[in-house]
């Protein structure tokens, strides 16, 4: 009964985070790289905060933006767009959450490592097995 009370306790909260971030979704423009990038800073530095302050999980963030890249095409527009500039985008722009999460979008979609990979190699390194 604990456990089931946690888990519905922990799907409350991914669902409260996941709609508390839509409603702070930024607007990209019109093909605007700049909007875009910045409004996935933004986007990832808010699910960072949540993560810290213990509202969230790393999982349940990487679970909300893997939905938000198939329900929101704002945040999919702007990962995306931030995933192929990633290589013109200077190291530690991002949260943690943000960086391992745009170097998974670009894995998708085959793109070649970048400079960032290495700070991702440091961030994977932190966490105990």
């Not at 456990?3 to 979704?25: G, P, S």
């Not at 213990?54 to 931030?82: D, H, L, N, P, W």
Request: glycine share 2%; aromatic share 6%; hydrophobic share 40%.
């Amino acid at each position: 009964m604990l456990d089931e009370e946690l888990r519905l306790t922990l799907e409350e909260r991914t669902t409260d985070a996941y709609e508390k971030l839509i409603e702070n979704m930024p607007p990209i423009g019109l093909i605007s790289r700049k909007k875009r990038i910045k409004a996935y800073q933004q986007i990832t530095d808010i699910a960072q905060y949540m993560i810290t302050s213990g509202e969230i999980t790393e999982e349940s963030a990487m679970y909300i933006f893997s939905v938000m890249m198939r329900k929101c095409s704002r945040f999919q527009k702007s990962a995306t767009m931030t995933a192929l500039s990633l290589n013109t985008i200077v190291k530690n722009a991002f949260s943690p959450i943000g960086l391992i999460f745009i170097l998974e979008v670009r894995r998708t979609l085959n793109l070649p490592a970048t400079h960032h990979s290495v700070d991702e190699k440091l961030v994977n390194e932190e966490k105990p097995d």
